[in-house]
């Protein structure tokens, strides 16, 4: 890759890595509705921005209106169900944590995708590197499950299940988004699911707690505009010019960049746990990509 490529692996890699932070701090003062509805609907503003500044991939009202029950699910899938499990999630465990979590993604997506995708099967290659992936996850997971039920496992659990609604999502979007730009494809996501959540906001809180720190709207506008917005401008530009097997190689950054900023600026606790559990993670993720091109690790935080 050139100089640039790789200024903008690291940059995505980075930017993703420190949503994890971002959404720690911002949950200390407001609900996970509220901190995702914000979060979307900042992603959705940058992208039509973008959208409507670059003039392309604008489809028209028949195929639009044909479209939006996908995107709908998308809104669900990709945007609104993994995202407020994350953030929740994060109420009860370290962000280091989420972001290892959610590295398994691409796991995930390597068991759903033979069940929405006929040409897609497990192989020994794949199955291999989802045994260790898994073992990783477990290991994670094993002093809270060893402790009984308890918040801390719930929020491991949830993080986990946002992986699962994220690989849907992405093996979904894979069949649905043909033929739209992936601005476009980005900004109805968005808009769905900050819909999506701020209905469900409204619903459940009555009338939402808005941010009371500074901090905090740093924080949503961070997650909006960067680690939604932006990082997916540069991820689906770094795959035009450099393909799916180097462009996903960035999933190995946001655990690493997680961790250490949940150490170095939350003080979270740095346990050996974390560390194997993190490489047999993504240790499982090399194996699968060794014989596969690993068209379904896309991920969005």
Known sequence: MKTKDWLLFWLLGIVWGTSFLWIKIAVADVSPLVLVGFRALFAALGLALIVLFQRRGLPGWP???RRLPDFLVLGLANIAFPWVLISWGEQYIDSGIASILNSAMPLFALIIAPLMIPAERITLPKLAGLLTGFLGVILLMLPSIRAGWSSHLLGMGACVLATVFYAFG???ARIKNRGLSPQMAALLQHTFG???VWLAAFAFEGQPVMP???ITWLALLWLGLLGSCLAY???FDLLARVGV???TLVLYVPPLVGVLLGVLL?????HWQAVL????????ISIVNLKQRPELAEISE
């Open 266 to 270: 939350l003080q979270e606790a740095f």
């Open 63 to 65: 195929e639009l209106r």
């Open 170 to 172: 992405t093996v979904y």
């Open 233 to 235: 401008i540069i991820y």
């Open 194 to 196: 900050s819909a999506i």
């Open 277 to 284: 559990g993190a490489l047999l993670i993504l240790s499982g």
């Open 212 to 214: 009371s720190l500074p």
């Open 245 to 247: 097997t180097r462009v």
